[in-house]
């Protein structure tokens, strides 16, 4: 049930980010880190995403459960 409750205020939270992300507003979700952090989370499979072209994808669902995850 609290996992809910989170999830339901991050839903909240981040209602004005787009469904799928690009790396920047990734970043800028978990608090402004730096875009290498970033590329090391996808890299490293914490955060689930897509490779299109040269570019990454990240649905906003999936940043969401790496919060949970590592609250």
């Given at each position: ?18 469904d799928?992300l ?50």
């Amino acid at each position: 049930m609290e996992e809910k409750i989170k999830r339901g205020s991050y839903n909240k939270m981040f209602k004005g980010y787009p469904d799928v992300l690009n790396i920047m507003q990734m970043c800028e979700m978990l608090g402004g880190i730096s875009k290498q952090t970033g590329y090391k989370f996808l890299k490293e499979g914490k955060i689930k995403s897509v490779k299109v072209g040269r570019e990454y994808r990240i649905v906003k669902k999936y940043v969401i459960d790496f919060l949970l995850q590592n609250n």
